[in-house]
């Protein structure tokens, strides 16, 4: 499953700025839409050296969709080592896609923040850094630096950061797979506002969760209401996002069509794309190219979405469902190839979980690259391989069914960072076997029947080996 398209996390930043002789208004650095204003503030900035225009610049580039021109006017000002301009480049960095780049630019400005009284610009550093640590699978450091900025500033934070606080750590827990710990911070986010209601982004948020639960007819109802409310105030970043995460619900009902107007729609928003963003509309539309039959149409896409250097939590993902349309194709050596890099991808991700001691549960159909593999290694009369897959790919299902059932013991974040000697051990058991050999007792005797979307299989095991046959059962 994906997570909610990335461009909900474009947050308008409304931190106070200080002035180094300069009025807004005297500079010609307000009114008009945000690209002219952009434009009056940069040439401001680069005529008196002034940073605090560079930041109002850099922010109606933001919104513009103008990333390289925010990176470029706040570029004189990196060497000040001043907060704001750091995490701001790190913000732009994200866009851009050189996530690396941003991860550690943010852990500069994180560690600098340390000193800086100004609450509100701590809390929106905090959120954004928070961010980009759980799009590279870093929740549990997420999770800690939301709890702490929540722990640390209790009653102090202006409304609008306690609320991008707690919508992200619930989308952290999200991420985590603690689906009910993230339910929990909601319903707390809920009980803080009151009558007041959701913003577009905690709307995405609550619509993330239904879609994870497969509960998509809530989940495109949620989506209308973040659409509509993303509208009423003007925010076409938001509007997007919808957009993005309906094609999103779409593609699981099939439904290709709905799946081809909402494509449609999402280019118009095309002025506002970071790289993410048109990699993960390029996965969309591939799956459904697929699901229509236009397989090397699929394949350019999904090789497109691949080439667009996804965040690690999502290139898997791509390869999985790339590895499917190969394999339609009748590319069989090709596809095999690329379910193996799904799942060491995959499994990478688990291993860099359960090394926090969390739950062991990264995001999307987990299955798919495993069955795609065992299907490879079953037609090829890889026997051996086949059986390697399925023991792999039970190992890896019961240690999430643990971490599932231990999901359910409480709902608080301390629940959630506390649940992790059992999933961490079985883990580690699920790494120890072999990558391409089973590690079965030769004199071991067993039949294992295993279906997939198109065929299902028997697997025999004895002293003389082991054999796989297609059997005449249903698929799935």
């Not at 980009?132 to 549990?140: F, H, K, R, S, V």
């Not at 299902?456 to 796989?468: D, E, N, Q, Y």
Request: hydrophobic share 40%; with cysteine; proline share 3%.
């Amino acid at each position: 499953m994906w997570g909610t398209w990335s461009l909900l996390l474009l947050v308008a930043v409304a931190t106070a700025l200080g002035h180094d002789g300069w009025t807004p208004s005297g500079a010609g650095c307000v009114g008009g839409d945000s690209l002219q204003k952009a434009q009056r503030c940069a040439a401001v900035s680069r005529r008196l050296s002034s940073k605090e225009t560079a930041i109002r610049a850099a922010q109606a580039f933001f919104l513009s969709g103008h990333y390289a021109d925010a990176r470029d006017v706040l570029q004189p000002f990196e060497a000040s080592g001043d907060v704001e301009v750091r995490f701001k480049l790190a913000y732009v960095d994200s866009l851009l896609g050189k996530h690396d780049l941003a991860l550690a630019e943010y852990r500069q400005a994180f560690a600098a923040a340390q000193r800086v009284v100004d609450v509100s610009l701590v809390a929106k550093l905090t959120t954004r850094f928070a961010y980009e640590l759980y799009e590279a699978g870093e929740y549990a450091e997420a999770i800690g630096i939301l709890d702490a900025l929540l722990r640390a500033h209790a009653g102090a934070l202006e409304l609008v950061d306690e609320r991008d606080a707690r919508m992200r750590l619930a989308r952290a827990l999200n991420y985590l797979g603690d689906g009910p710990a993230s339910a929990g911070e909601l319903r707390r986010l809920r009980g803080i506002l009151g009558a007041e209601p959701l913003k577009a982004t905690e709307l995405l948020l609550d619509a993330q969760l239904h879609m994870d639960a497969n509960q998509l007819r809530s989940a495109k109802e949620l989506l209308q209401q973040a659409h509509a409310a993303a509208r009423r105030d003007g925010i076409r970043l938001y509007e997007a996002s919808a957009v993005m995460n309906q094609i999103e619900v779409a593609a699981k009902e099939a439904d290709w069509q709905q799946v081809h107007a909402l494509s449609t729609q999402a280019e118009g928003f095309g002025d506002v794309f970071g790289v993410d963003d048109r990699s993960v509309l390029a996965f969309l539309e591939g799956v459904a190219a697929r699901g229509e039959g236009r397989l090397e149409e699929s394949r350019h896409l999904l090789e497109q979405a691949r080439a667009l250097s996804p965040p690690p939590n999502r290139l898997w993902e791509i390869e999985s469902e790339l590895g499917r349309t190969l394999w339609a194709l009748g590319k069989a050596d090709e596809a095999r190839q690329t379910f193996q890099e799904a799942v060491s991808k995959l499994e990478a991700q688990r291993k860099q979980l359960s090394e926090t001691g969390l739950a062991d549960t990264p995001n999307g159909n987990r299955e798919a690259p495993y069955e795609g593999l065992f299907e490879a290694f079953a037609e090829a009369g890889d026997s051996e391989g086949a059986l390697s897959t399925l023991q792999r790919s039970l190992a890896r299902r019961l240690s999430e069914q643990v971490a599932e059932v231990s999901s359910s013991a409480g709902h608080e974040v301390s629940d959630a960072l506390d649940r992790s000697a059992a999933t961490k051990k079985l883990d580690e058991a699920s790494r120890a076997l072999p990558e391409r050999k089973n590690d079965t007792p030769a004199d071991a005797r067993f039949v294992a029947f295993v279906t997939t979307e198109t065929h299902s299989w028997a697997i025999l095991h004895s002293p003389h080996g082991t054999t796989t046959l297609p059997v005449e059962l249903a698929p799935k």
